[in-house]
């Protein structure tokens, strides 16, 4: 059951506070155009998701407990404990979970880009516009394609 195990309940609140923060870091880079924006948050997205493995002693015994975690959490732990193989294992990782999120980024900006022109409404668009720099017929404001003109606002 997903409440009784901790395991489970603990995944699917970092799955949902991660995407939160991916959200909301995507509309906080609003001021940057789409490619950087899209290639930070999927680089982020890479570091926050990508697992790595873990082992942590639980007693003094001798018993370990093993099991996954995100890898930028184990990176971070592995520091603090001072362990240089469990760090560079995970910063490892996290570097190709960077690499690998920019390029998702990149190609999510290239489809999207190269999907625009090519759905026909660019041009429509275009030559809209040019006509209605024109003079507009006397039909109640449409052009000469019998669309509708559109009226820039006048001041004064």
Do not use: H
């Not at 699917?12 to 991916?22: E, G, H, P, T």
């Not at 390029?103 to 209605?132: H, M, N």
């Amino acid at each position: 059951m997903l409440i009784s195990d901790s395991m489970p309940l603990l995944w699917l609140i970092y799955a949902a506070l991660s995407l939160i923060v991916l959200g909301t870091g995507y509309l906080g880079l609003a001021f940057l155009p789409r490619l950087p924006r899209l290639v930070i948050t999927w680089m982020v997205a890479g570091i926050m998701w990508v697992p790595s493995s873990f082992s942590t002693p639980i007693n003094e015994q001798g018993d370990v407990y093993t099991g996954m975690a995100p890898a930028v959490v184990v990176a971070g732990l592995a520091f603090l404990e001072g362990d240089g193989a469990g760090m560079s294992s995970a910063l490892l990782w996290v570097v190709l979970a960077a690499l690998l999120g920019g390029l998702l980024g990149t190609l999510v900006w290239w489809r999207k880009r190269g999907s625009t022109p090519s759905d026909g409404r660019a041009g429509k668009s275009a030559r809209r516009s040019s006509s209605s720099r024109g003079a507009t017929s006397k039909r109640g404001g449409e052009d000469p394609q019998g669309e509708q003109a559109r009226r820039e606002p006048v001041v004064g």
